[in-house]
DNA sequence: TATTGTTATACTCTATAACTATA
DNA sequence: TATAGTTATAGAGTATAACAATA
């Protein structure tokens, strides 16, 4: 039996560590796959979804929004901009702040990349019932704050 | 409304590769933390795990159950071996192939690194109920597969 | 003194190609 | 020819420390 929270002997199928870490890889995985046209990858797309959901915020919220070390953020930030898709404004009150902007390209480029990948996260979810999808992403973001 | 599958705008809270990539990652790093006294990373943990639930693999298969490279389970089982914790016998009618067994001090570290890895995955879930544990292990299971 | 962004750096992870020895 | 294991290597991801500008 075992108290609870001490489970006897972890399998490869009933070890929750191991099956978010192989789902996480898979959804990286397939993401990048499908931003390969926008020369784009996983970490750029959520930068832009954040960017996208809330405007305007400063590289350190970034990074704490999205758990990216701060210097990894800004190589992040170097290639959307190159890219044109986002901009850096300077802070109307603290000159140390970098505010992040998504431009009108990076809109319509997120809009696209947007459709790639509902298409790629439908893939991953195929086994799913949509109820169940629901309940995944409730269960996810609960142990995910 | 929209089309079944295809979501209207992608959130931080919603996105379902997001959040499984960043609940991957946390998991990853936790066991990491919690292995560190073993000298050993989750790689190495599940590599224990799955020859110790079906001992006698061959590398290839190792790497296939797992979705890890060849030749980056040469390099973990060179860690374990190293180690002492894992043996590479050889295949009774294939001498290309080499078996992978658990050593009697590598089920001693498993049985350990069990325990850690138990309380941090408690740790990780503790936001779940019981339940609920067990409907997140279902359904990572089959989108995993 | 503390914080934001930045650079440099190192280590891990992932993936590919090429080689060897066997089949 | 094809396969199992190996080596070498390169790119991406992650993390740390140190620095300049600013607070």
Redesign the interface.
């Known amino acids: 039996m075992g108290k ?4 006897e ?20 995985r ?2 990048n796959r499908a931003l390969e046209p926008y020369r784009l990858r ?1 970490r750029h797309y ?1 930068v832009l ?2 960017v ?2 809330r405007g305007g915020l400063s590289q350190r919220e970034l990074g704490e ?3 990216i070390d701060p210097s990894a953020v800004v190589a992040l930030i170097d290639d959307l901009s190159a890219a044109g898709f986002v901009r850096r404004d300077p802070h109307p009150e603290d000159r140390r702040t970098r505010l992040v902007m998504l431009t009108d390209a990076g809109r319509d480029a997120f809009t696209q990349a ?2 790639l ?6 893939d ?2 195929a ?2 019932t ?1 109820e ?2 629901g ?3 409730d ?7």
């Open positions: 609870p929270g001490t489970s002997r972890p399998t490869l199928t009933s070890d929750a560590g191991f099956l978010l870490a192989r789902a996480g890889g898979k959804a990286i397939s993401l996983s959520t979804m954040a996208s959901e929004l999205l758990g947007t459709e990948a509902a298409r790629m996260e439908d991953l979810l086994p799913l949509p169940e999808r309940t995944l992403v269960l996810l973001r609960r142990i995910t704050r």
